[in-house]
């Protein structure tokens, strides 16, 4: 007979939450990539976002087990997901566009936030793998702004 303890409970439940989240960012995210139709976005504008509290985040999680900590994808999911700021017609995506041993970029779009100027956000995410983790190396953040309030596509000039 098979008795599982309190802590083995809590780490199962922690464990089928992650795997619930990983699934429902998974779908969101094929669904958004499959309704994209332009890329004119203006990366070289884009604003650098300080990377500090993220990175801070990790290291907490690391030094707790937490098993979101482990990977860039997860720590995206964690960090970026799509509880942030996003009301019911948004859209969230991210994807890796380069990958080494000890580097990944993740592009992260989330379109719909509850912002009356700010239609979306796109961060471009740069990861280094430093002293056996993942850190945030750089973090630049673009805008696209609702219609009539400044520019369709992601760019570092604020909306109006």
């Known amino acids: 007979m098979l008795r ?3 802590s083995h409970a809590s780490c199962t439940r922690r464990y089928r939450n992650l795997i619930m989240r990983y699934l429902r960012t998974l779908v ?3 669904l958004l990539l499959l309704s ?3 890329n004119d976005d203006s990366y070289d504008s884009f604003v650098i976002e300080d990377a500090t509290k993220y990175n801070n985040q990790i290291l907490s999680a690391l030094q707790h087990n937490e098993p979101w900590a482990q990977t860039p994808f997860l ?4 960090l970026f997901g799509p509880a942030y700021q996003t009301e019911g017609g948004g859209g969230y995506a991210f994807e890796q566009t380069e990958v080494t041993d000890d580097f990944v970029r993740v592009a992260v779009t989330q379109e719909g ?3 009356d100027s700010v239609y979306g956000e796109k961060r471009i995410i740069d990861f280094r793998y430093k002293a056996d983790r993942w850190v945030i190396d750089n973090i630049k953040l673009g805008f696209k702004c609702q ?3 400044g520019h369709q596509n992601y760019a570092g000039e604020l909306c109006n």
Do not use: Q
Request: glycine residues 6%; hydrophobic residues 45%.
């Open 4 to 6: 599982l303890t309190a």
């Open 28 to 30: 969101i995210t094929l």
């Open 36 to 38: 994209a139709c332009s």
């Open 75 to 78: 720590i995206v999911g964690e």
């Open 113 to 115: 936030l509850l912002d």
């Open 147 to 149: 219609r009539n309030r």
